[in-house]
């Protein structure tokens, strides 16, 4: 059914970035959001885990919470953001 909402968009003179902003993206915001957060709240419970188990090095959830936990700083939303970021955008080809 989005199929037909699209090209009925293209037809009406829309842009490909007007169709996918106004037509496409309400339809996968709900999905969007619910699996972001699905993937946090997946990633929050294995914190612990990844605290025990890793050996000298620190992943980048366990550095967050250090940080959070001992002592605040800017550097940990603005990490915290920079790496959402990164990973929500798409894969450029060269």
């Not at 699996?35 to 990844?50: D, E, I, Q, R, V």
């Not at 603005?78 to 790496?83: G, Q």
């Amino acid at each position: 059914m989005i199929r037909f909402k699209e090209e009925a968009a293209r037809d009406h003179g829309a842009s490909r970035f007007q169709v996918f902003r106004e037509v496409t993206l309400p339809y996968l915001s709900p999905g969007l959001v619910w699996g972001g957060l699905f993937a946090f709240l997946l990633s929050w419970s294995n914190l612990p885990l990844s605290i025990f188990t890793t050996g000298s090095d620190t992943t980048l959830p366990e550095w967050l919470f250090s940080r959070v936990a001992t002592n605040y700083s800017p550097d940990v939303p603005a990490v915290a953001v920079t790496e959402a970021v990164r990973r929500a955008s798409p894969k450029v080809r060269r």
